[in-house]
């Protein structure tokens, strides 16, 4: 957990810097979130839980980066507007 945040934390200085550019495109907050309940399914299923999404029967667009990573769930969103 600690990694992760450093990692957001040196992504974030990078970004402030310029060091990085983003791919700004339609993202959809529904796919978003199946890929994010997707990278967690093994863990979830070892522990015997169960996580259940709701809320997203209309979907909504956003304008950003997503960044899929193998075996690591990682969005990284710049923003700019919202689109129901």
């Not at 309940?37 to 015997?48: P, Y």
């Amino acid at each position: 957990m600690l990694r992760i945040l450093t990692d957001d934390l040196l992504d974030a200085v990078r970004l402030q810097h310029g060091k990085v550019r983003l791919d700004i495109k339609n993202v959809s907050l529904k796919e978003v979130a199946s890929d994010a309940v997707a990278s967690v399914q093994d863990g979830l299923e070892q522990r015997r839980l169960q996580l259940t999404v709701a809320g997203l029967d209309k979907d909504i667009i956003l304008a950003g980066d997503y960044v899929r990573e193998p075996g690591h769930y990682q969005p990284s969103f710049e923003l700019g507007s919202l689109h129901a």
